[in-house]
């Protein structure tokens, strides 16, 4: 099987994404390719595959996120720049209404944040605080600025789901083998966390910038995280570490995005949707391995733009 797609990233958050609309594969098969194209030993890596997916009454097309465990994410916002964009231009249209797997999302070009970048702007949420719905069995209904029993970190946690589950921690300076271990308990699914969940740990910089490191559900240790990014921002304002209504730039060690939050939840997010190249690749479903990689495009100029908006950053 060959699959054509494009390499993209929203925010150093890289994708392979595919032009899925009236395609018929079922969900194991998807799982598959996902975790052919998404090898990081493998022929492309990438920290997950998109699919653009047909639209129906209410919405112009939709979108389907699978990480490179082949487990299907509720969202990444990140990525939903990234299938925003394709949907554009393959519909010849600037803004729209997604159909995500749980919920569904706002979407539209904006400005470019810096020359050459091209930018979208995604409405989610809204972000949610009741534990029911993950489940998270903790014995309390929320989870607001207090730790969590049997958590392998005595750290205060806020639980935001966005739709995608959420924990997220204020810290002085984030340490990177201590939100692994965090992050890697969560993946083993307790009884009281079946669904798993992402966790970040949030550094704030100044009035208006929070750098966000997160162990991604399904992918481990990223570089960058789009709905963690919008939890972290929400959990910012809700705990008064950031002013609702009010733009913060939210910093990764991928990139960036400049995001505002609601009170009612709902958060605004604007970053790049950036082309690197497209091509395809031979997927052997039986080993779940990518090969035989053609490249048909380079995207220089994005890649170049991209890099000279985050340089010095």
């Known amino acids: ?120 702007s995604e409405l989610a949420g809204p972000a949610s605080l009741e534990l029911d719905d993950w489940p998270m069995t903790i014995g309390r209904h929320q989870n607001v600025q207090m730790p969590i029993a049997g958590l392998p970190s005595d750290r205060a946690f806020t639980a935001v789901a966005i739709p995608n589950p959420h924990l997220i921690a204020f810290v002085d300076t984030i340490d990177d083998a201590e939100l692994v271990a965090v992050g890697s308990f969560c993946e083993t699914a307790p009884d009281w966390l079946p669904n798993r969940a992402n966790v970040s740990f949030v550094e704030v910089r100044g009035a208006a910038e929070l750098f966000v490191r997160t162990c991604e559900r399904g992918v481990g240790l990223t570089d960058s995280c789009g709905s963690a990014m919008a939890a972290s921002l929400f959990a910012a304002c809700l705990t008064e570490r950031a002013a609702f209504d009010a733009e913060v730039t939210v910093f990764n060690r991928g990139g960036l995005v400049k995001g505002c939050a609601a009170p009612d939840g709902m958060v605004r997010l604007s970053g790049n949707a950036t082309w690197e190249w497209a091509g395809s690749a031979a997927i052997d479903l039986a080993r779940a391995i990518a090969g035989d990689v053609r490249v048909d495009r380079h995207f220089n100029d994005e890649i170049a733009a991209w890099a000279a908006a985050i340089e010095g950053r």
């Not at 994404?17 to 390719?33: M, Y």
């Not at 030993?41 to 595959?49: E, F, I, N, T």
């Not at 979108?63 to 939903?80: I, Q, Y």
Request: proline share 2%; glycine share 12%.
């Open 1 to 120: 099987m060959r699959i054509n797609f494009i390499k993209c990233h929203g925010s150093g958050n890289d994708f392979a994404l595919v032009d899925a609309r009236g395609v018929v594969r079922d969900d194991a098969e998807w799982a598959v390719i996902a975790r052919a194209l998404a090898d990081r030993r493998g022929a492309v890596g990438s920290d997950g595959l998109l699919l653009l997916t047909d639209g129906d009454g209410q919405h112009a097309f939709g979108m389907r996120m699978f990480n490179s465990d082949g487990s299907e994410a509720e969202t990444c916002l990140n990525g939903l720049r990234c299938v925003a964009r394709a949907g554009f231009e393959a519909l010849g249209i600037d803004q729209a209404l997604v159909r995500l797997k749980t919920s569904g999302a706002e979407v539209r070009r904006d400005p470019d944040l810096a020359p050459g970048v091209v930018t979208i």
